[in-house]
Every structure is written in structure tokens, then in C-alpha cells.
């Protein structure tokens, strides 16, 4: 008999500890104490900001900059990423799958929550960041997924979208 499928959650983070304790926190109430059989299959993205959105420059010059911006973007991604990897070692978590994806946070959040076709997603409350400006236009952004819950870990609240 085949083993039904689990549902799909997602966790965005960045590189703010608001976002790291959203994904400890859901690794301690939805991972751990279920470590031999989670309801959840879990995904962890971080929307890594393209280097022209992060440096707002044009005209002469701008073009020389972008690769050291490029550069510390991919040195940036890679540091959550790491460190994303060992949270879920250290609650025993194996199986999460961990995405970096080039875009604007809400996009690429909102992109994260269709391909996975989430039930879930979960992001620190009060980031500084990517995924503060995710926060900000989470209104127009609960209408384009078809998640069911947005978890904002720090305050412990939730919004049921509008379906």
C-alpha cells in the first residue's frame, strides 16, 4: 500500500535572526517532536536579491560594481544556507530541502508556495531584509498562492487567506 503524500510547507529566511528563529521555531513545533514521522514535508527558501535590484544604480559605472555585488550576494546566500543545514541537523531534521532562488522575496515566496503546492508558509515577523519587504505586501500576495496559513513566528499570530 503506497504511503500518502506529505503535505508541503515552506520557510522563508534570510539573513536576519528574525527569519532564523521563524525556521527554529517551526523546526522545534512542527519537526522535532514528530523526528521519526513529521505531518510535513519541509522546504527552506531564500530569495537571493539580483545584484542590480540590490545596488539601485544605473548609468556609467554601475556595470563595474554588479559582479562584487553578485559576489557578495552568492557569499551571503551561501552563510543562510549553512546555516539554515545545521538547525535542521541539530533537531534532526534530514530531509528538508534547501532552495536559494534569485528574485524579489514576495515572488519568489509566493512562486516557492505553488511549485511545492504548500499548505504552509512560515517567515520571521520582524526581518530586515528581503523578507521585510515580503511582509510589507503580503496583502496582495495572500491572493496569488494557494496557501492556507502564513505563521509569523515571532508574534506567534497567523492570517487565514482570502479564498
Known sequence: ???????????????SEHSMYALEWTLDHFFAPFASNPAFKLF???AKPSPSAAVGLAGPGAADVLPYVDSDLRKIAARVVEKAKEFCLSKS????????????????????VERHHA??????????????????????????TRYELIFKAKSFKYMQSEE
Open 1 to 15: 500500500m503506497a504511503t500518502p503524500e506529505k503535505e508541503a510547507m515552506v520557510v522563508g529566511i534570510d539573513d
Open 93 to 112: 531534521v534530514n530531509d528538508a530541502v534547501v532552495e536559494v532562488v534569485e528574485g524579489d522575496a514576495r515572488n519568489v515566496l509566493c512562486e516557492a
Open 44 to 46: 527552506i527558501v531564500h
Open 119 to 144: 499548505s504552509i508558509l512560515i517567515v520571521g515577523s520582524h526581518g530586515y531584509g528581503a523578507i521585510k519587504r515580503y511582509l510589507r505586501l503580503l496583502g496582495s500576495c495572500i491572493k496569488c
